[in-house]
């Protein structure tokens, strides 16, 4: 039985989304913007929805003393003459470096290791259980719980299987295995090498998305697993929607494995506009290598450079009002 889900997956309906954005600002501290958070409320969960089922929270950005040219009057202070110097020629800002956030939201308890492990494998193996579990780290989202578990671990069937969700609500991917099980799965199992440091895993850059071609801006999200070797330190992903760079996102790898998410509202998209994704490698010391590839006829793609870029086509879903985003 296949147990992975389809390469697309649009929300079951704006109707049962709720967005709920926490404050969007620059810690003066270290200079890194705090993430907002967009909250898509599930079937089963029991939440009170506004009209349209969105409620907004305005975001906030650095406040800073207006200048003399946004209006205010500038301070003058008494000085003695001094001679002429002079001019210097006036020297290029320093680039900010692009805004970060960190998927990775601590590690789970034992306990909770075996609870997750056990509502994954459930569906899949029966009563077995697992043999090894691994992996157990919670991740970001920008799901209604704000955090989900990740988990890994070893089946009696000799496939290594993982899971991202909380409770009985779990995606499941094989990401490691027994080869000759993974065949009579149909399943193709990723393997690093020389060119490819981080393999993704059959059914990686599942997408999320539910255009309702209104003036609301529209949630868009990415998921995936990637087998990594020691070569790979950390791997980012972010949006770019109508030209806009949105923050990278960024996993660290556990136990030879990396749970890579992204997400975006920034825009009310039109029929026909296209997005990108990208994906990026990163080495321990910051350097880029080589970006996943993809999977076609069982076998790895020819690496894409140092950044994999996805393109997604906003298309109207067939005997439906809403859009979704086509990656083919």
């Known amino acids: 039985m296949k147990t992975l889900p389809p390469a697309e997956r649009p929300l079951p309906g704006k109707a049962e989304i709720l967005e709920r954005i926490l404050s969007d600002t620059t810690a003066p501290a270290t200079g890194r913007r ?7 409320v599930g079937a089963a969960a029991a939440v009170a929805l506004v009209a349209g089922g969105i409620l907004v929270a305005a975001t906030r950005h650095d406040a800073s003393a207006p200048s003399p040219a946004d209006g205010a009057p500038a301070s003058v202070e008494p000085t003695t003459p001094t001679t002429p110097t002079t001019p210097t020629t006036p020297t290029t800002p320093k680039q900010r470096p692009a805004a ?16 997750a492990a056990q509502s994954c494998i459930a569906p899949q193996e029966g009563p077995h259980r697992p043999t090894a579990i691994s992996h157990g780290i919670k991740v970001r989202t920008w799901g209604v719980q704000r955090t989900e578990d990740t988990i890994a671990f070893t089946s009696p069937n000799g496939l290594q299987y993982a899971c991202v969700g909380n409770g009985s ?40 998305a539910f255009v309702d071609f209104d003036r609301l801006p529209d949630q868009l999200a990415r998921d995936g697993w990637y087998r990594v070797d020691d070569r790979v330190a ?11 760079t949105g923050p990278w996102f960024v996993a660290e790898p556990v136990d030879g494995l990396v749970f890579l998410r992204s997400w975006d509202r920034s825009a009310a ?32 793609t020819a690496s894409p450079g140092t950044t994999r870029v996805d393109r997604g086509k906003v298309v109207r879903l067939p005997g439906a009002p809403q859009g979704e985003l086509d990656f083919n």
């Open 269 to 300: 998209l039109r029929l026909g506009e296209e997005v990108r994704v990208e994906t990026q490698v990163l080495g321990p010391n910051g350097e880029l290598l080589d970006a996943p590839a993809g999977i076609k006829g069982g076998r790895l």
């Open 234 to 244: 950390s791997m980012r992903q972010r949006w770019v929607v109508r030209g806009r």
């Open 34 to 40: 705090r993430q907002g958070w967009l909250v898509p």
């Open 100 to 115: 970060e956030i960190d998927l990775n939201a601590g590690s789970l308890t034992a306990a909770q290791k075996a609870q």
């Open 169 to 208: 609500m779990m995606t499941t991917s094989i990401v490691g295995g027994d080869p000759a099980v993974a065949a009579e799965n149909k399943t193709v199992l990723p393997v690093t090498d020389a060119t490819h440091p981080a393999a993704p895993a059959e059914g990686t850059g599942a997408t999320w």
